[in-house]
């Protein structure tokens, strides 16, 4: 796989990235999976799934959790109910990201992701429990040769190093996004990819424009188009050289409600990258 391969979030089953046959049709060559529903999380799935991945030239880098009762309706829902840090469905919830881990392992990939929250504060006793989760789980995630990237955005870059530091697993690093630095309001992306460059292993290409001045972290910042929005481009990718990163350039684009402006705006996306990473990388 060439430096800054060019990628987009898709799915199997579960609605959520776009369908493959997108990511087919406009000839990107890595995607970042979101994991089937549990019924469909079988090694016949998995199967059938790396033909058509297969026929199409197309390599699964990352394959990500959801769960199940999740809301991004606004930032407060959000931290009720995303991740593994509430704690009334935190054990069913490793449960089922142990099974993405299996999945994923019958796809053959190395990997698997997910938003594990809004992290308690440092020292609490929810955050001690929440180290020993993420221990249980990190280690089947090792058992099946795996790394476990977390994405960024609902934690500060300094809190998420914190968090990284205490569980002290060697199999945990980060997805970086830096739209998501801006839509909930966290920090300047930049700075925080530099920061946090050492555990990134995985990024997302999306952009987002800040909430108003006195909102940010209350109410969300606005997803919008690849190089529309205050990220940065251009500055974002400078910044993955300096911290050395080879990996894919994941696209994600949260509009499944238009999926033809979705497309639209991967293969504008997709055009932008190929450019910049020509200028970058020479």
């Known amino acids: 796989m060439q430096p800054w391969s060019i990628g987009v979030f898709t799915s199997v089953d579960a609605g959520l990235g ?4 997108v990511a087919q049709e406009l000839g990107i060559p890595t995607v ?3 994991a089937p529903h549990k019924k469909t999380r079988n090694a016949v799935a998995a199967g059938n799934f790396l033909k058509r991945c297969k026929d199409a030239g197309i390599t699964v880098t990352c394959v990500f959790g959801g769960f199940d009762g999740e809301s991004y309706a606004d930032i407060p829902t959000t931290a009720r109910t995303v991740g593994l840090v509430p704690q009334e469905t935190r054990a069913a919830r490793i449960q089922e990201m142990k099974e993405i881990s299996d999945f994923a392992k019958l796809l053959g990939c190395s990997t698997v992701g997910l938003h594990v929250g809004f992290v308690p504060e440092r020292g609490s006793l929810d955050y001690q429990a929440l180290i020993a989760s993420m221990w249980d789980l ?3 995630v090792h058992n099946n040769g795996q790394n476990l990237h977390l994405e960024t955005g609902q934690e500060t ?3 998420l190093l914190e968090f990284i530091h ?6 945990l690093f980060i997805n970086f996004d830096p739209a998501n630095m801006i839509l ?3 920090g300047n992306p930049i700075e925080a990819l530099k920061k946090v460059g050492h555990f990134v292993r995985s990024v997302h290409c999306k952009d987002a424009k800040w909430a108003p001045e006195g909102q940010r972290g209350q109410s969300w910042g606005s997803e919008v188009a690849l190089g529309e929005g205050d990220v940065g481009m251009k500055t974002y990718l400078e910044t993955l050289q ?5 990996g894919p350039l994941t696209i994600e684009r949260e509009i499944a409600h238009d999926r033809d402006r979705q497309k639209r705006d991967i293969g504008t996306a997709a055009a932008l990258l190929q450019r ?3 200028e970058i990388l020479g």
């Open 18 to 21: 776009v369908h493959l046959d």
């Open 276 to 278: 910049l990473r020509a």
């Open 242 to 246: 300096e911290i050395g990163y080879k």
């Open 166 to 171: 205490d569980v002290d697993r060697p199999n």
């Open 157 to 159: 870059a300094d809190h």
């Open 184 to 186: 909930y309001g966290t």
């Open 138 to 140: 990190l280690q089947h």
């Open 32 to 34: 970042q999976v979101h």
